[in-house]
DNA sequence: GCTCTGCATTGATGGCTGTCGATGCAGGCA
DNA sequence: TGCCTGCATCGACAGCCATCAATGCAGAGC
């Protein structure tokens, strides 16, 4: 390297702005941030929290609501948010509803956290991870 | 119970909304929500899975720019949302910028993934969580 | 010094989102 | 049957956000 270059870590061929194949496509990362944006608001990572610390996970909507300083509608609204990204499951059981976490959503978001670099889709079939 | 009652699971004092101490206080959850904010959007998360798909985790900025459909204010726009979240760094490096991965702030994100119910507090400073 | 390149910042704009009041709908009860 | 309650949906609106072109700034080379 005669002038500086930009250090392509383990390669070096062309110098710099060596496209690189995308470790995670467009498609997986459209999917995953709806998720992550799903949680991207206080008053929605609240709920998730009110859930999930409830024992047998499950919650009645009529103990959610209160918490906030919100009006019904709102509440409801994230609510729907939280399950149409797969977070929680909604059941009517009488008069009341109830919500429950589903862990399987949040183990996947944990799991690429811990390796962010390679696909989540890989270590669901193989576990060679380095 | 005579008629249908919401069970609060393991607590059915007055029946229904008996409104819940918060296991995470607003505080603490409009801090979480804006690092999740930050990875809810595809081009955030693939900017940091290159990030981190990098042996040495670091990466300069002029191979990030031409992996997306995107000018280069535009990816730079996003690199510092990541940035201000805590979820990377950026070093100069004669006229080149490389980011690189900060684990702590992924870490914290899988903690609460881990336990949403409890929060990510508690287990560093006491356990008086009545 | 001047110029060129890489990256950040600014200002503008269209689309998305959080919030509300009003309303609808389902289930229980008298 | 009629009423009441719990929750979801609708329509509207203000604020935020992703994107762009234009510009600014720092570092390297001549």
Redesign the interface.
Known sequence: MSK?E?V???QDTSG?????A???N?DE??E???V???????????L?????????G???V??LT??FDLTQPTVSHHLKLLKQAGLIASER????V?YR?LPEA??R??TF??????SAEIEATDGTAS
């Open positions: 500086y930009p392509a870590t383990g710099c702005c060596t496209p690189l995308a470790p995670m467009p990362a459209a995953l941030s709806q992550f944006k799903a949680l991207g608001d206080p008053v929605r990572l609240r998730l929290s009110l859930i999930a610390a409830r024992e047998g499950e919650i009645c009529c103990e209160p918490a059981r009488g008069t009341w109830y976490l949040t183990d978001l944990a956290l811990a390796h962010p670099g390679t």
